[in-house]
C-alpha cells in the first residue's frame, strides 16, 4: 500500500509539462468519463480545474499532516458569508502552473481565457463583509497559519440580479453549482443533527439548576462539504467547510405520498432544507425572521460541534480548550455560538457553569463591523425562547450573572445595568447579541482606526469604559493576490518590471518602491497605456452585458458597492444630474468627459434603496439618450456585481466613490482595492478612507464633507435639508429635474418618493454636504485635465498602499488578538 500511495502521490504532484498533459488525459478518461475525441468544451474545463485540484489536495495532505503533528493552536473563522470568487486562475496562480497549462491548452485549439469562463464563482456572499473574509482565508494560508473557515453553502446563492424595463431591481435564483462544482469536496459522513423548538427539563444529577436536557422537537442534519484555501508562495493550503441543511431520513411520509398528498409527504424536507436554500432571506415577514435566526443557529451549531470534533482529535482536557482554539466572530451572525458552546459544554459534556463560562470568554473574539446602533442585530426573547428554548435559559443565565459583576461594579446605577443588560426591555423585549458577543468573549476589534474609537467612545462605550483591554483595532486589507495579480495582470507585469521581481505580492510594503519613478516619462506613459487597456476591456463588457458604449479615453469614475442609504449613491445620482443640467445649459462649454459605472445589489425588501436603483436606471437611459449630454457623459449600471466584475471594474477606475456619510462606514475594502489599483479617491474622511489619505498623501485624495463629529452635530440639532435646497441653486434644479419628470418620461410620481424623503428627513446628509461634493468633483475634473500630475498621483495611490493588505490584517490579529503560531510545510521530496 505504501509503495502506490507514493506514486499515487508523486502523480499528483507533478508540475512538469508530461506530468500534466499525462495527468489532463487521465482525468479525462476516468473522472469526466469521456474522451478527447467527444469532450465538450465544459468536459475540458473541468478537467482542467481537477488537474490543478489535485495539486492543492496533495498539499492539503501534507497541510493536515504538519498541523496533526505540531499540536497548534487553531483559528477557526466564523461567517455567514464568503465572496470567494472564481477558483481557477487563483489556484493556476499558487500552483504555479498557469504558463504551462495555457501551452497545453492552446496546442488543443482552446483557449485558457474561454475555458476560464465556465468557471462559476459560488455563490455564498454579497458584500464587502463576505469579501473580507475570503481575503482573510487568503492570507491566512499565505501566512502558514493554522485556520478553518466555516459557513453555509448557499443553494442558491444570494440572488442573480438583472433589471426589469422600468429599471428595477429583479432576482433571480442563483443556482451556481448546477453543473456541479469541482473546487468541492463532500463528506455526508462527517453530518451534524441540528435541533429546533421543544422543550427543556432538569436534569437529575445537577443541583445547580444549571444544567438542563434540550428535547428538540425539530431535527435537521448539516451536511458538510471543503473547499481548499491555497496559500501563495508556501505549501499550506487550509480548508473552508460549508454546511448544507438536509431533512431527517423520517422526513418523507410515504404513507401521505401513497395516498397522493405529495406535497404534504414532502413538507418536513422541504422547511429543513430551506435553512441553507439562499443568503439572508428577507426577513421583513415573521416566518423571514424565523428562518435568518434559524439559520445562524445551523451554522454555529453545525460547526461547533467540528471544531470540538477535531479539537479531541489530539486533545481531551476540557481546560485545555481555550489553549488549542480561538473562534472569530464575524460581525452578530454567528454570534449565537457563545450560548451553543454553553450548551455543549454544560449540558452534553457535563462541564461545570463557572468551568464552561471561562473556556467559552476565553474561546471567542469579535469583529464588530457597524457602528449604527440600529444596524446591531436584536432578537426579539420570544423569538429565540421558541426556536432556541434552552439557548434563551442560558442567555438569561449570563445576563444575570453579567449584571451581577456590573452592579458590583457600579453600584446603584440603574441606568448603566440597563444600557449594559444582554435583554433589552424595550420597545420590544429582545436579545442583543452584540451585547452577547461582548460579554462573551476575550477581544472586540472595529475595522480601521475611526471605526474602533468610535466603536469604543459611542456604540459600545459602557463596555469599553467596563473593560477597556478588551478593545482593539484591526484595519481591514485586501489579497494582493486576488485583487492586482489577477485582477490586473497588465499592471502587475509593469509593478514587477519596475521593482525587479514580484516579492511583493506576499510584502506589499514593497510597492512603495515605485514612488521612486514616479517622475519617470517613460514609466507613467506606460501606466496610461495599462489603464487605457484596462478601460477598454470595461467598455468590450458594459457594451455586451447593457448597450452602453463607454469611452476608454473618458474618465472612469466607479461607484461599486452595496446599496444603502448610507452609502450615498443618491448624492453621486445628484451629482450626474448636476452635470445633466450644466450640459444642457451650456451645449459648447469645454467639458472633461466621464463614464459613470455603478454596480451593487439591494436587499430583496430593501424597498427604498430598490427605488434609487430605478432612479439611477432612469438617469443612465436619459443621459445616454440625450445627444448632446452623451457627447461628455456615460452613465452604465452593471448588473450582478461580484468578485468576478469587481475584476473587471477595480483595474479599468480612475475615480474611486467612496462618499459615505462620515461616522457611518465601518472600514470598507472596496476604497483599498481600488486605490491599490491606481484610482484616486473622492471621499469623505470616513472609514479607512482616513487611513488611505494618510498614507498616500492629502495632495492625491479629493477630500469633501463634513467629518464625523460634524455630521453628529448637524443630526443631532435637525439637519433641516429643505434650507440646503433653497439655497443651492445647484442643487434645487437637480432635485427638481427628478421630481418633475425629466427622467421619467414626464411623471411626476415616478419618483415623489425619493424627492419627499430627501426634502424632508435626509438621514445620511446628502443635501447638507452636496455644494462640498460637487465643487471637489470640479477639483477632479481641474486634475484630470493636468495628465501629467493625475498619473502622478495614481502611481502614488498604488505606491503608497502596501499598508491595506490582508496580509497585515492576519498578522495584526495574530500579534493582537489570536496568538497563533505559523506551522511551515515542507515541500514534496
Not at 3 to 10: D, E, N, P
Not at 101 to 125: F, K, T
Not at 482 to 490: D, G, Q
Amino acid at each position: 500500500m505504501t509503495t502506490v500511495h507514493t506514486r499515487a502521490k508523486r502523480r499528483a504532484v507533478g508540475t512538469t509539462r508530461e506530468h500534466l498533459e499525462q495527468e489532463l488525459v487521465s482525468n479525462l478518461y476516468y473522472q469526466r468519463g469521456t474522451t478527447t475525441q467527444s469532450a465538450s468544451s465544459y468536459d475540458a474545463y473541468y478537467t482542467l480545474a481537477l488537474t490543478v485540484r489535485d495539486r492543492l489536495v496533495d498539499r492539503y495532505a501534507r497541510t493536515t499532516a504538519a498541523h496533526y503533528a505540531a499540536n497548534p493552536r487553531f483559528l477557526y473563522y466564523l461567517s455567514a458569508e464568503y465572496m470567494l470568487g472564481r477558483q481557477l486562475t487563483q489556484n493556476m496562480l499558487s500552483t504555479d502552473t498557469e504558463e504551462p497549462l495555457a501551452a497545453i491548452v492552446s496546442e488543443l485549439g482552446l483557449s485558457l481565457d474561454e475555458l476560464a469562463r465556465y468557471d462559476v464563482e459560488p455563490g455564498l456572499g454579497n458584500g464587502g463583509l463576505g469579501r473580507l473574509a475570503a481575503c482573510l482565508l487568503d492570507a491566512l494560508a499565505t501566512s502558514d497559519i493554522p485556520a478553518v473557515g466555516y459557513g453555509i453553502r448557499y443553494e442558491f446563492g444570494i440572488f442573480k440580479q438583472a433589471f426589469t424595463d422600468g429599471g428595477g431591481q429583479l432576482e433571480r435564483p442563483d443556482d451556481w453549482a448546477f453543473y456541479g462544482n469541482p473546487w468541492e469536496f463532500a463528506a455526508p459522513d462527517d453530518r451534524q443533527l441540528v435541533g429546533f423548538y421543544g422543550t427543556t427539563e432538569p436534569v437529575e444529577d445537577d443541583p445547580t439548576g444549571l444544567r438542563r436536557r434540550w428535547i428538540p422537537g425539530e431535527v435537521v442534519r448539516g451536511e458538510p462539504s471543503h473547499m481548499l484555501v491555497p496559500g501563495y508562495g508556501t505549501q499550506t493550503v487550509n480548508i473552508i467547510r460549508l454546511w448544507q441543511a438536509r431533512a431527517s431520513r423520517q422526513s418523507f411520509n410515504l404513507e401521505r405520498f401513497s395516498a397522493g398528498e405529495y406535497v404534504e409527504a414532502v413538507e418536513d424536507i422541504v422547511r429543513s432544507e430551506n435553512i441553507s436554500k439562499v443568503l439572508y432571506p428577507d426577513d421583513s415577514t415573521e416566518p423571514g425572521r424565523e428562518l435568518r435566526l434559524k439559520q445562524q443557529y445551523f451554522l454555529v451549531s453545525c460547526s461547533l460541534r467540528d471544531i470540538i470534533r477535531r479539537y479531541h482529535l489530539r486533545n481531551s482536557r476540557w481546560d485545555g480548550l481555550a489553549d488549542k482554539v480561538v473562534i472569530q466572530l464575524n460581525d452578530t451572525h454567528p454570534v449565537m455560538a457563545v450560548a451553543e458552546l454553553m450548551r455543549l459544554l454544560v449540558d452534553e459534556h457535563g462541564v461545570a457553569w463557572e468551568q464552561a463560562w471561562s473556556i467559552t470568554r476565553r474561546t471567542f473574539a469579535y469583529t464588530c463591523h457597524t457602528l449604527m446602533p440600529e444596524a446591531l442585530e436584536t432578537w426579539p426573547t420570544d423569538l429565540v425562547q421558541r426556536l432556541l428554548p434552552r439557548h434563551m435559559e442560558i442567555i438569561y443565565a449570563i445576563n444575570h450573572f453579567f449584571l451581577d459583576e456590573v452592579r458590583h461594579r457600579y453600584p446603584g446605577d440603574t441606568e448603566k445595568v440597563r444600557r449594559l443588560s444582554i435583554v433589552q426591555e424595550e420597545p420590544v423585549r429582545s436579545v442583543r447579541m452584540a451585547h452577547l458577543a461582548t460579554v462573551g468573549s476575550f477581544a472586540v476589534n472595529g475595522v480601521a482606526e475611526l471605526h474602533s474609537r468610535l466603536l469604543a467612545d459611542t456604540t459600545l462605550t459602557d463596555f469599553a469604559q467596563l473593560w477597556p483591554d478588551r478593545f482593539h483595532n484591526v484595519t481591514n486589507g485586501v489579497s494582493p493576490r486576488r485583487f492586482l495579480r489577477l485582477a490586473n495582470p497588465r499592471l502587475s507585469a509593469l509593478i514587477t518590471a519596475e521593482l525587479g521581481d514580484d516579492r511583493w505580492l506576499t510584502d506589499l510594503e514593497r510597492l512603495e518602491g515605485l514612488t521612486a519613478v514616479t517622475e519617470h516619462p517613460a514609466l507613467l506613459d506606460r501606466w496610461r497605456s495599462v489603464k487605457r487597456r484596462n478601460k477598454a476591456a470595461l467598455a468590450v463588457y458594459a457594451a455586451q452585458a447593457t448597450g452602453v458604449v463607454l469611452d476608454p479615453d473618458a474618465m472612469c469614475d466607479v461607484m461599486i458597492k452595496r446599496f444603502h442609504a448610507y452609502k450615498r449613491q443618491l448624492l453621486k445620482i445628484l451629482h450626474v444630474v448636476t452635470l445633466f443640467n450644466r450640459i444642457h445649459a451650456d451645449p459648447d462649454a469645454d467639458r472633461v468627459p466621464r463614464s459613470f459605472v455603478v454596480a451593487g445589489k439591494a436587499a430583496p425588501g430593501y424597498h427604498a434603496m430598490k427605488r434609487l436603483m430605478r432612479l439611477v436606471n432612469a438617469v443612465a437611459a436619459t443621459v445616454n439618450a440625450d445627444p448632446v449630454v452623451s457627447r461628455h457623459l456615460r452613465v452604465v449600471f452593471l448588473p450582478d456585481y461580484n468578485v468576478t466584475r469587481a475584476e473587471l471594474i477595480v483595474p479599468a477606475a480612475d475615480l474611486s466613490e467612496q462618499i459615505s456619510l462620515a461616522g457611518t462606514e465601518a472600514s470598507g475594502t472596496g476604497n483599498m482595492k481600488l486605490a491599490l489599483n491606481g484610482a484616486l479617491t473622492i471621499g469623505t474622511l470616513d472609514g479607512a478612507n482616513i487611513e488611505i489619505r494618510d498614507r498616500v498623501g492629502a495632495d492625491n485624495f479629493f477630500l469633501f464633507g463634513l467629518d464625523a463629529g460634524e455630521a453628529a452635530a448637524v443630526r443631532a440639532e435637525g439637519c433641516s435639508p429643505r434650507r440646503h435646497y433653497e439655497n443651492d441653486e445647484e442643487l434645487r434644479a437637480a432635485v427638481d429635474a427628478i421630481a418633475g419628470g425629466v427622467f421619467s418620461h414626464g411623471d411626476r410620481a415616478e419618483f415623489a418618493d425619493i424627492v419627499h424623503v430627501m426634502l424632508t428627513y435626509d438621514e445620511y446628509l446628502a443635501l447638507a454636504d452636496y455644494r462640498s461634493y460637487v465643487d471637489c468633483q470640479d477639483a477632479v475634473d481641474a486634475a484630470w485635465c493636468d495628465t501629467e500630475r493625475w498619473t502622478r498621483m495614481s502611481v502614488v495611490n498604488t505606491a503608497r498602499c502596501g499598508f491595506f493588505s490582508a496580509d497585515r490584517t492576519v498578522r495584526d490579529y495574530r500579534e493582537r488578538i489570536w496568538r497563533v503560531d505559523p506551522v511551515p510545510v515542507s515541500p514534496q521530496d
